[in-house]
């Protein structure tokens, strides 16, 4: 199977191969654009769009807060009350603790066999000689057990990318000891769960990154997933004929792969920094 010329493995096409080769496939052979959720009223799918966005927004405001546009200027331009409150939660949440030198949605890129494999965190933190933190803000209300979240796609390849693209930034070779990850969870309170590194684990995860990375490659039929769960929150339920939209309260928005444009009232930002 041949992949789109400037295809990169990503966390989110690795995963989605691992729900689901069809959808895959639709989103990123063939370039489907995601429809909407196809909810069964109207009313839902506006709601549906408005929490992406809300998703959106806040890791907007997270970019600019790490970029020194003043905290207050950021909250004059929230409109909703749910990305208040999870960017008070961030503000409060004490990245203190993190390395000084901040580099919010920063996009990391190494390869494996020759293929491209890239990372874009939400925020790297590190110290030449001392740690390299990668943060991910989580907007959603449910948080997977540890086990689960250690399994994700999105956890290895994080992890296994900031290790090994990182010492660029570190200006040195960079010991995976020092590589950790952080999910913050802005609407649990800034619940965090960390994640650290280790050469072992670096191995054992470039092994399972080579392994999925060359069955893409070499595959030439998506079937459609036999575990219809992943069905449940899939933008192409509808043209797969896998059944009704779910409640909007049963989704998790940290585990979509769907992106929203946001929308920050720029007018009351002011001129700041733009
Ligand atoms: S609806 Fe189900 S089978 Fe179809 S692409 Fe989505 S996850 Fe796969």
């Given at each position: 199977m041949n992949l789109p010329a400037n295809f990169v493995f990503s966390a989110k096409n690795l995963q989605s191969y691992a729900d689901c080769p069809r959808r895959f496939q639709l989103r990123y052979v063939e370039g489907w654009q995601p429809p909407t959720m196809t909810a069964p009223e109207a009313q839902d799918e506006l709601a549906y769009e408005r929490r992406l966005r809300q998703g959106a927004m806040l890791h907007q405001l997270a970019k600019f807060s790490q970029e020194g546009i003043p905290h207050d200027l950021l909250k004059a331009a929230i409109r909703d009350d749910n990305v208040a409150r999870w960017f008070a939660e961030l503000l409060s949440s004490g990245l203190n603790d993190l390395p000084e030198k901040r580099l919010p949605e920063k996009r990391l890129q190494t390869s494996i066999d020759g293929q491209r494999l890239m990372a874009q965190v939400d925020l790297l933190a590190f110290e030449p000689g001392g740690d390299l933190v990668v943060v991910d803000w989580k907007t959603g209300s449910y948080v997977p057990d540890r086990e689960s979240l250690r399994q994700r796609w999105q956890t290895i390849v994080y992890l296994y990318v900031a290790a090994k693209a990182g010492s660029r930034l570190y200006g040195a070779p960079l010991p995976a000891e020092r590589v950790r990850l952080e999910y913050v969870y802005l609407a649990r309170g800034g619940q965090r769960i960390r994640f650290t590194y280790s050469p072992a684990q670096m191995r054992d995860d470039e092994a399972l990154l080579s392994g999925l990375m060359s069955e893409i490659q070499s595959a030439s039929d998506f079937p459609l997933t036999p575990e219809c769960r992943h069905c449940r929150?899939?933008?192409?339920r509808v043209h797969c004929e896998r059944g009704e939209a779910v409640s909007?309260?049963?989704?998790?928005?940290?585990?979509?792969?769907e992106v929203a444009d946001i929308e920050l009232d720029f007018e009351q930002i002011g001129e700041y920094a733009f």
């Open positions: 929150f899939c933008a192409f909007l309260s049963d989704v998790d928005f940290d585990d979509l792969d």
